[in-house]
């Protein structure tokens, strides 16, 4: 690539060919401030807000869709810039709800910030907000407010792009332009798998995941009620960053003071059902292999993981003719949940009525998961309530607690027991590595041949990933795997898991055994992660996950001693007959549109 | 004619007696012979925004690419324009002919007349016309086949990138620019897209000779043009005119005696007070138009006028971009404020200061283009406004 030479605000600046003058003031230091780029998404130049004054042109044109060229003399900001801008803004103001003291996004929003950096007043212009608007709260996890909306279609873009999902577009034109769902339905009857990261990736409150923790509070602050909480091992990673934490801190001890400060009788952890879906999980692909090599029978392979419920909606939808790929284990907090109203609550003597089961979690999927009709296997709703890593910091914020000064505790006992490779779940590529180390142990009793348990393939930020591993030595009731070179993948992103899918269905796919996460980079970049979110962040929380496995002592699921117990006294064997009552589940088949 | 000053021209639907006489002798001819010539007249678009016809070809001439494309804008959505309609009507041949040497030129081998939905009469009509075009090409040897696409009726998918998008099975949504469509247009290709007269006139040139043509008109601009005139007028219709004239003169020949204000260049372009039709040009040095040519006589409100225009842009703004979307939502609310003493008459002043930044921000012409006739309507006719 050739080399660029320009002048920004009388800096020279040398930049690779097809950058964009913002990128180009980056390097000098220049923030130019913006509202519809975001780094994850293609450039739409549409909220003009980053506008510049480039020598020789005629109008300002956006800096971040217009490229760097050679001799180019840029001025970011001159008086004719700042009123532009400054007009921009108190433009999107005027069509904004500006009831920011209601707003959940408040002190977090992209808008906000540039009013009061710009201080726009509410006189300059008229209100030309929608009277009208009515916020959508039918789906379980997401609530769409259109007052709030600046229109930069970042959700749009992430949902074609990062999801190909597609479920909000942009329709009408002129003054009634809008993002919409399909036929504008309500959000709950369209093909939105709920990942969350159209919220993720809003600028404002118009896309937020619809909250729980006021039902929450109310459980807690019941008496006959036995409030307990299980936390996804992304939450750890991220929470810091609601709490003054710089991005990339862990703060599991901190967390779990928080939490039984906050009144839960009982904090656990998500990671415990991790290691028990990596025992079931990794079983019933054996078995699937078993099937396959040793009876020659039609069985569905490559398997597929299940934790993501984003991922399932996603394959019920666009794939509903290949759900036998998809493992029948229930996702780490649907089996936490059936659990927790049954061992627990037998081991406990606790009545299973009065346990008010929720779940903390990077994800919004999560939310509409607990609600899905399969998820009472328990007698119950198996899990109450699914709160988002944002709203566990708001509840924290809520109960007065100095987070930064807190003290740090371990989880609780009974299902608070994990292990490394329950943790990794959180980043993509985790669910994988954790399978192998047990799988590969299992059949051949031998540690996975990778040093410190590392098993790079499968990790790191490519959409797809792919690792061989050569089965060698086995042990005598594996032997039918003798030789076997096991294929698998790891996909994050639901745009490559299409890419995975469309392989499945023309039959071209090599694997056995894949793992597919709907959110970029897997729950650490998870729709319900504290905002923003991008790749230096994902990278860093990414980074924190290892880190956390690292300093476990224990790092494969079958050595967790709650996992040897609870089979022992429990659930007996893995894909046993109680496993499939409470651990397994069926899919649907759902409509395209 | 009145007043000689006023020339009527008869290039564009003058009929020929043998069918593709025109084409035929063109094609015989040498590219850099035919660019040459069309370069020489000094050809500027006719659909409103004047870009050199002859660069427009050359830079597509010069990009490598194994496919290129050839477009015929007829999207004809300009309020008070409907010459595109009569050319497709009465000459098509030579519209898609110019499509055809431009085609020879560039090196497409597919082109696609882009025709405005309200126009899907024409269809049969064009197709029957377009079939026996498509043979004759094959005849003479040209690797070029034309075919319509019909659009739906969203005034900006005239603007040339939402129309490539509108092509695409896309959103009708203008794009960054650059690249512009000569390097990236339909599909990525390079493409050249031009307004439907354009193509006549770039054919008709290789015909009479670029002298010719240049004879006509001023050194800005050359020859001569097609103009819808509307409104107060005893001979409304389409009539091709020498490029140059004062409005002064164009008045007296089509006005009914009192007329007050003409705008020029459709709800996107300028109105001209009576006291500045003696000074000011129909033309790129003064004002240029795609055409459209409403005459309003005293018993108009201009804030009426106004009023419909932002109305109308209002509606027709694709909606994607801040300063368009908003802003002819805050025009349209700020007149009205003013106009019902809501807001004092300082209030204009705030708005006129809009308009600016909507032409230096949006994104596309659309939104550009306010500026020009709001404050030359608010400038001149403010009592109106306020009163």
Redesign the interface.
Known sequence: MANINLIIDDFKVTVEEGTSILQAAEKVNVKIPTLCYHEDLCVAGNCRVCVVEVEGMRTLPASCAIPAEEGMVVKTNTPKVRRARKDIVSLLVSEHNTQCTTCYRSTNCELQNLSAEYNIDNETYMSVLKPDIVIDRSSWAIEKDDSKCIRCQRCVRTCAELQHVNAIDVVHKGKDMIISTFVDAPMNDVVCVNCGQCINHCPTGALTERRYFDDVWDAIGDDEKHVIINTAPSVRVGLGEMLGFPVGTRVTGKMVTALRKIGFDSVLDTDFTADLTIIEEGTELLTRLKKALVDKKKVALPMMTSCSPGWVKFIEHMYPDHLDHLSTCKSPQQMFGSLAKTYYAEKKGIDPKNIVCVAGMPCAAKKYEANRPEMRDSGFQDIDAGLTTREIGHMIKQAGINFLDLEESDFDSLMGESTGAGVIFGATGGVMEAALRTAYEIVTGREVPFENLRIMPVRGDEGIKEATIKIEGCLPEWSFLEGVELKVAVAHGLINARTIMDQVVKGESPYHFIEIMACPGGCIGGGGQPIPTNAEIRKKRTEAIYAEDEGKVLRKSHENPEIKQIYKEFLKEPLGHKSHELLHTKYRKRFRY | MKDKNLKIVDIIFKPHLVKYEVLDKTVARSNEDILKEIIDSGLRGRGGAGFPTGLKWKFAAEQKAKKKIVICNADEGEPGTFKDREILTKVPRKVLGGMAVCAKIIGAKRGFIYLRGEYKYLLPFLNEELEDFNKHLKEIGLDFKIDIFLGSG?Y?CGEESALFNSMEGK?G?PR?K?PYPTVAGLDNMPTVINNVETLVYALMICSIGSKEFKALGTSDSRGSKVFSISGDTPIPGIYELELGMSVYDFVEEFGDGDTKAVQIGGASGFCVPRKKFKETIIGFEGIPTGGSMMIFNSTRSMYNVLHNYLDF???????????C??????LK??VE?VKHGEKNEEYLQ?LM??TE?M?????CGLG?SVANSFSSIVNNYREEMVY
Do not use: D, H, M, W
């Not at chain 2, 979307?325 to 805050?330: A, F, S």
């Open positions: 969203a900006v959103r949504e960054n650059p842009f209002e509606e027709e703004s694709c909606g994607q971009c801040t300063p979307r908003i802003g002819y939502q805050q609310k700020g404020a705030q200061k809009l930044t032409k230096l921000t949006s994104k550009q």
